[in-house]
């Protein structure tokens, strides 16, 4: 019997526990929008939480859109994307920019903003790309949120509920609100990132449960926002400052109830183990008779505590991440570990009975080396030294990306290494490590260069989007060259500090003096 268009929403519906389904009759119909598909967006805590968040409030009703092959369509309530009045795209990941294009393309909804009407829904975007640079989209939505959804949420559901506005009254008034970005009347001012000052009333965790998913056996609870340490290219930092944690009992409480869904927890942040309470809500969450799985760990200060949690609840792998070979290079990205922290971390996790240490290197890193590279054949070495040394039959698996500029970080003006360098390290890596036994992954090179390509765009990006019709890097280069762009313009040359930025007028609260401050710093070293 052939299967109906929507059996496939319908059959992942019906494994869910938590599914929210409201009736439209007097409410306002969102289309919460994950450009990405089913089982990696809801492994996706942010998406999670806005669900409920949104659907918290009595007159909205929230329903979940993927882009998924023969699925692009609501799984609450089976509506068409171009049905509801509001479609919010959640975006965390720049090579997801081609999703939301080809969304919209599929879905009859104008993709260029400036061609909508009364007819059409108000497109919205928010997520970690779009507080850091929300650019290279910004042709094809109407409002973008520059901030974390609890700090926007009310004053932007006020306007559009408000019936008394037409489309474009709301657009204007949405721009008047502080954080928003709308295009069509931006006045050339800056956009002050928005976030709660304290986490204590927006608890984020699992809303919908579903085993179809990457953390399906996991109830994930987020412990902390932002990030205190300062790696210069990373863009948690400037994306999500300053460091704020949800209380322990808030934390714990939220475990009691994930336990009658699942038997494991999964902490997500950062770092989570900067908790400053982390072991107490280890220590809670255990005596509770969960497991425990954590998202991030320092290598230093690393618990012993938290390494027995995630081991005894039956963790095979322990991930911890040099970023670079050399202490040189680690100093440059201001990593803040030394070799000494490195290894007595391998050594902590070589008491444990583990199958796999992961570790995690970048590769093309501002001012890398040959001999950089070199060193992390050597420091994997010594790990795997003392894993031998302690007779814990572990493997090594290394996860190689390579370094890509992001907007607001210390390190948006660096250039990428050029693909040719990136490959030739990458080989040399791999034929170094292989007969160790250790085992490489690594990011595409050549999808990392149009990473950093969106990553650091502008309008003319937005135009080589809307021209890709079939998603390939032939495509990418080939479009790239009928409109003219220098690719090679976003990623391999450096860009001078003094030059205009096309995000400089998003105020993320870091200022630029201090960022070039700290590129300098990193480029004397
Ligand atoms: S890489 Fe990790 S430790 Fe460093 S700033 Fe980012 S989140 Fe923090």
């Known amino acids: 019997m052939a299967r109906d268009k929507y059996s496939k929403g319908d059959d ?33 805590l942010g998406l999670q939480s806005l669900y409920r968040l949104l659907n918290s409030y009595d007159d909205v009703a929230c329903e979940r859109i993927f882009y998924e092959e023969g699925m692009v369509y609501s799984l609450e309530n089976l509506y068409e994307v171009y049905e509801f009045p509001v479609l919010a795209f959640t975006v965390s990941y720049e090579l997801d920019y081609f999703n939301v294009v ?15 009407d009364n007819n059409h829904p108000i497109v919205i975007a928010g997520g970690p790309c779009i507080i850091s640079n929300p650019v290279p989209l910004s042709p094809f939505i109407d409002c973008m949120c520059i901030g974390e959804a609890e700090a926007l949420i009310h004053l932007l559901l006020n306007v559009l509920k408000d019936r ?12 008047k609100l502080p954080g928003m970005y709308v295009p069509r009347y931006y006045n050339g ?45 990373c863009m948690v930092g400037s994306a999500f400052s300053p460091i704020r944690f949800h209380s322990a009992e808030n934390i714990i409480e939220q475990a009691k109830k994930g336990l009658e869904y699942r038997k494991r927890i999964g902490l997500v942040g950062p770092v989570v183990s900067d908790h400053p309470q982390i072991e107490e809500i280890i220590g809670a969450i255990r005596e509770m008779g969960a497991g425990i799985s954590i998202s991030s760990m320092r290598i230093k200060p690393l618990y012993e505590s938290v390494l027995k949690a995630i081991v005894e609840s039956g963790a095979q792998t322990i991930t911890l991440a040099p970023e670079a070979g050399s202490q040189r290079l680690r100093s440059v990205i201001n990593k803040r570990i030394d070799e000494v922290d490195i290894m007595n971390a391998v050594d902590k996790a070589a008491e444990y009975p583990i199958k796999i240490l992961k570790l995690y290197f970048m590769i093309g890193l501002p001012s890398e080396s040959d001999g950089d590279i ?12 003392i894993l031998n040394a302690k007779r814990v039959g572990c493997r090594i698996d290394i996860n190689i990306a390579p370094f890509i500029p992001k907007a607001g970080t210390p390190f948006q003006w ?12 990458l080989s040399f890596l791999k034929r170094k490590l292989a007969p160790l036994g250790v085992r490489v992954k690594n990011e595409s090179v050549a999808w990392s260069h149009v990473q950093g390509v969106l990553s650091r765009g502008d309008s003319r990006i937005a135009g080589l989007l809307a021209a890709v019709e079939k998603v390939s890097l032939a495509e990418w280069r080939q479009k790239a060259k009928e409109l003219d762009i220098d690719l090679e313009h976003y990623t391999v040359k450096p860009w001078d500090t003094g030059i205009h930025l096309p995000w400089d007028f998003i105020d993320s609260g870091a200022s630029k003096e201090k960022l070039i401050d700290e590129c300098k710093r990193a480029a004397s070293l």
């Open 414 to 425: 660096m250039p990428m290494a050029d693909e040719k360098t990136l490959n030739r390290r």
């Open 374 to 385: 070199e060193e992390i054949v050597s420091l994997v070495n010594k790990c795997r030294d």
């Open 164 to 175: 008394g506005l037409s489309r474009d009254e709301k657009l204007e008034a949405l721009a």
């Open 12 to 44: 992942l519906v019906k494994k869910e526990q938590g599914t929210i389904v409201k009736d439209w009759g007097g409410r306002l119909p969102i289309a919460l929008i994950y450009p990405n598909t089913y089982y990696i967006g809801m492994s996706n």
């Open 189 to 233: 001012g800056k956009i002050s990132r928005q976030y709660p000052k304290s986490l204590h009333d927006v608890p984020a965790s699992s809303a919908v449960l579903t085993s179809e998913t990457e953390l399906g056996d996991l109830y994930l609870i987020e412990v902390e926002r932002g990030c205190g340490w300062g790696c210069r290219f």
């Open 102 to 116: 080809s969304l919209l393309k599929q879905s009859g909804v104008p993709l260029y903003e400036k061609d909508r």
